[in-house]
């Protein structure tokens, strides 16, 4: 779901099931709590868990919840939770919780990874918080005994037709990972959910012994944000959403993989002029932008056709490889334009690529667990082949980029269980403390998708459009324009009087 974070299984919707999907929860902002809670203030038992590279001043503890919160003396679980105390108590204000991508990403890393600089920018007005999320990071997890090729990040995350458009052997993958699911994960897996993360959250402020809490949430994270904020509008301080996925209760995280398509268009572009400049060197892929599309689907069809042998040995690299290099590089600064850069030009001259490690990575099991039944358990998929096939025959042909993936099917469509929770509509009830940052050519959150949250919300929220690219905003593209707008609204509460446009900037 690299420490980028986006989306990961998910699927788009075809037309003709919007019948088949779950009731949608509209909630007021006089909703009360989901369950009470058996979480008790002074609970935590902090301690030090500095990482490499991380702030030292980090602490971590475990917090007990129940598996259903619907049933708060039954069965309960362990969620890892991490804190950075502010290192500036006479300015600090408050409690702000960051809120990682995924879904299955953890928030302890995210911290430990985002914690400092943070802090630094917001000058200890906060104490930063995290958790991972059940099924994520050190929190109690649950498995699927899925295969180790089914666990391949470019099988398990992104789900690509056969070279000729077949989906077949998505189909039987998608069941098999299904099933697995169904036979192994049990009642830990069947409880991963976005309505259940935001029940934890909730018992995490309450353990905290805070009246509100302020947020950062990113990817992901932005639509944990948002429900929450919908569920518990008289809990929310402070509230960030950046890099922000279309809230469309009927689709969800199905909707989100289908807007990959224009995602990677819209960012493309910016590749195209970074791998035509003459200063490229040894990395120019074409002498004009213009060029680099054609050439990079050239390229890709060659390798559909004669895939080419890797240095990492077991994996060659295909045509499908090399457009999930390309989702990746997208999503990241115009710095590892160059590594994709490097592969195409090996390609070229004939020379043996050398790939980058998340393309080749095998998730572990509960990491990828966690990933795919939350998106499964959270809104019900469509299950007739078919429309899939014509949806990804169509994708093929409008957008070559990307191949079809985002409209492929994936094990949701053969998931056991239907969803316990009605997926949530977020609304634009409820007090006006939320700013939006959004990049303009974010691939995997596309400014298109952002532009439906930013309705849903309506005066609840300020947008701040960023003119980059890449996937996140906030403190990720050095835009400070963008940076300087969020942070005076976390220290200060000065929200823009209206949306907001930041340029480009070198």
Not at 17 to 23: D, N, R, S, T
Not at 89 to 99: A, D, F, K, M, Y
Not at 239 to 244: A, I, Q, R
Not at 276 to 282: C, K, L, N, Y
Request: aromatic fraction near 6%; include cysteine; proline fraction near 7%.
């Amino acid at each position: 779901m690299t420490t980028y974070s986006t989306p990961g299984m998910l699927l788009a919707l075809s037309a003709g099931f919007a019948g088949l999907l779950a009731p949608v929860a509209e909630v007021a902002p006089t909703t009360r709590a989901a369950a009470s809670s058996s979480v008790r203030t002074g609970d935590l038992a902090w301690q030090s868990c500095a990482r490499p590279g991380g702030p030292q001043q980090q602490e971590c503890a475990r917090l007990t919840v129940p598996l259903d919160h619907r049933d708060p003396d039954g069965r309960q679980i362990s969620l890892a939770v991490s804190r950075l105390v502010s290192d500036r108590p006479e300015s600090r204000r408050g409690t702000l919780v960051v809120i990682p991508g995924g879904p299955g990403g953890s928030g302890v890393q995210r911290l430990a990874q985002r914690g400092a600089a943070l802090q630094r920018e917001v000058k200890g007005a906060y104490d930063l918080v995290a958790l991972d999320p059940r099924g994520a990071g050190g929190s109690t997890g649950a498995g699927c005994g899925l295969t180790e090729d089914d666990r391949r990040f470019h099988h398990l995350a992104r789900a690509w037709p056969g070279p000729d458009g077949s989906i077949d052997a998505n189909v039987a993958r998608a069941r098999r990972v299904a099933d697995a699911c169904a036979r192994d994960g049990g009642p830990v897996l069947r409880s991963m959910s976005t309505a259940n993360e935001v029940r934890d959250i909730e018992s995490f402020r309450e353990a905290l012994g805070v009246a509100k809490l302020s947020a950062w949430g990113t990817s992901y994270g932005a639509y944990v944000a948002a429900v929450y904020a919908q569920h518990h509008p008289h809990r929310i301080d402070r509230w960030v959403l950046d890099s922000n996925g279309d809230p469309d209760p009927r689709r969800v995280g199905r909707g989100w993989l289908a807007n990959l398509g224009r995602g990677v268009e819209d960012r493309f572009p910016d590749f195209a002029a970074w791998a035509a400049h003459p200063d490229r060197g040894a990395l120019r892929v074409a002498e004009r932008p213009e060029q680099v599309r054609p050439t990079f689907l050239a390229l890709a069809g060659a390798l559909d056709a004669a895939p080419r042998d890797t240095a990492a040995g077991d994996v060659q690299l295909t045509g499908n490889l090399l457009r999930l290099h390309l989702q990746l590089a997208l999503s990241g600064p115009e710095a590892e334009f160059a590594e994709l850069a490097r592969v195409i030009r090996a390609v070229q001259e004939d020379r043996v690529p050398e790939l980058p490690a998340e393309l080749t990575a095998v998730w572990g099991q509960e990491e990828a667990a966690a990933m795919i039944a939350t998106v499964c358990n959270d809104v019900e998929f469509p299950g007739r082949v078919e429309d899939y096939r014509r949806a990804v025959a169509a994708d093929r042909a409008a957008r070559p980029l990307t191949a079809g993936q985002p409209e492929n099917i994936v094990a949701c469509a053969f998931w056991r269980e239907r969803p316990v929770d009605a997926p949530t509509r977020i609304t634009d009830r409820g007090p006006s403390r939320v700013l939006m940052v959004q990049n303009l050519r974010d691939p995997a959150t596309p400014y298109a998708g952002a532009l439906r949250m930013r309705r849903a919300l309506g005066e609840r929220a300020r947008m701040v459009s960023v003119d980059a690219g890449g996937h996140g905003a906030y403190l990720t593209t050095g835009n400070s324009c963008a940076d300087r707008t969020v942070t005076a609204f976390l220290t200060t509460g000065v929200r823009p009087s209206t949306d907001v446009r930041c340029p480009r900037e070198p």
